[in-house]
């Protein structure tokens, strides 16, 4: 169960974001010349995120269990004013836009020039209800990964070597994993050497990174030749592991990946949510590399 002090944390970090935000958004606002009644709402904004991001690290499964029976229980001194489940639900929902910008400039890490890309499915539904499935009609694509077939979308991840998340962007199921990497949304601000598996292998895209400054490093197929490396670059590579490991946290700690979504807005909300909560974990998967390391400067024969 998540600490009280964590959720002070989260509520204080959300909170300076929302004082920014909310006077910015208003003054954006297109008017259409009618008056409207403004209406001041019984939960703050400040509110609205924090218990969406927190109840991604409380351990519950289900939001709706999570709501009645520990935040209007246990929590009534934190959340005092709180409203019905049905209206928390559309809440969290009309609240998405400042959800997205406070991951997006709160949440991400920094570039250390070293820097790990890759991809994980994000089902919707099991293999066999794929064709019954209505919440995601028209939108969620049929895909195949390491692991099989699945029916949902992928979420494309770049970290660093401390574990903290540069950026990230969602896909549907069938998109390969290189097309993010030719669009090059993703690699803003991103600089150095890009480590990656197999399935990112391609002249053409590391010669395009490479005239912008980016060095993708990738494995290799067992038809193709050897190649030399610096033996700095074949460790790396075999570290490679770190964002398989926060892939894995994402789904089973903080809830990135379920099937109970009930709108698309619900799906995007969760998972937004869930990067968040990644984000204020204590202690994230990293890696140790001493730079002065005795074989610094060789080759290495990959194969």
């Not at 994980?120 to 990964?145: D, M, Q, Y």
């Not at 660093?160 to 993010?180: A, H, M, S």
């Not at 050897?226 to 398989?244: A, P, Q, W």
Request: hydrophobic share 40%.
């Amino acid at each position: 169960m998540i600490s009280n002090d964590k959720v002070t944390e989260i509520f204080f970090d959300i909170d300076e974001f929302c004082k920014v935000f909310e006077p910015a958004f208003t003054q954006k606002l297109l008017e259409d010349g009618k008056k409207h009644r403004k209406r001041a709402f019984k939960m703050s904004m400040s509110e609205i995120l924090t218990i969406t991001v927190i109840f991604q690290l409380s351990g519950h499964r289900t939001f709706k269990h999570f709501y009645l029976f520990y935040i209007q229980k246990h929590m009534k001194s934190e959340f005092p004013d709180t409203v019905s489940y049905n209206r928390f639900t559309e809440l969290m929902q009309a609240n998405m836009v400042p959800l997205v910008l406070f991951m997006k400039t709160r949440c991400l890490g920094k570039s250390t020039g070293i820097s790990f890309i890759d991809s994980t499915p994000l089902r919707v539904c099991k293999n066999k209800r794929i064709k019954v499935n209505k919440v995601f009609e028209g939108i969620a694509t049929t895909g195949r990964s390491t692991m099989g077939w699945f029916h949902g979308f992928k979420l494309h991840l770049i970290v660093n070597d401390k574990g903290e998340i540069l950026n990230f962007v969602l896909t549907q199921g069938n998109v390969d994993d290189r097309d993010p990497l030719k669009e090059g949304n993703i690699l803003n601000e991103i600089f150095g050497k890009l480590y990656a598996d197999k399935g990112y292998i391609s002249k053409n895209l590391a010669s395009m990174l490479f005239e912008d400054g980016l060095h993708l490093i990738t494995g290799i197929r067992n038809n193709m030749k050897n190649v030399l490396m610096t033996m700095r670059d074949k460790i790396l590579l075999r570290k490679r592991s770190v964002i398989e490991t926060i892939n894995d946290q994402l789904k089973n700690i903080c809830h990135a990946e379920h099937s109970r979504h009930r709108s698309f807005g619900n799906f995007i909300t969760n998972l937004v949510a869930s990067l968040i909560a990644y984000s204020f974990q204590e202690k994230k998967p990293a890696i140790k590399f001493e730079e002065d390391i005795k074989s610094k400067g060789q080759l290495a024969l990959f194969c």
